[in-house]
């Protein structure tokens, strides 16, 4: 259960089909995130993670 905020909603929904991917970060490193949409606007979601330790 991963919430996010929509940007399109205005409001913290539950990601569908959330995926873990590496994004871009300062310094050339990678940060972790989750990708996926909005279940009732079909909006692209992102939750930035915090590094695996």
Do not use: H, N, Q
């Not at 409001?11 to 972790?32: L, T």
């Amino acid at each position: 259960m991963t919430e996010a905020y929509c940007v399109k909603c205005k409001a913290k929904r539950e990601i569908k089909d959330a995926k873990e991917v590496a994004m871009k970060g300062k310094g050339g490193s990678e940060r972790r995130a989750l990708k996926g949409s909005c279940p009732e606007c079909s909006t692209t979601m992102f939750r930035i993670l915090g590094s695996k330790k």
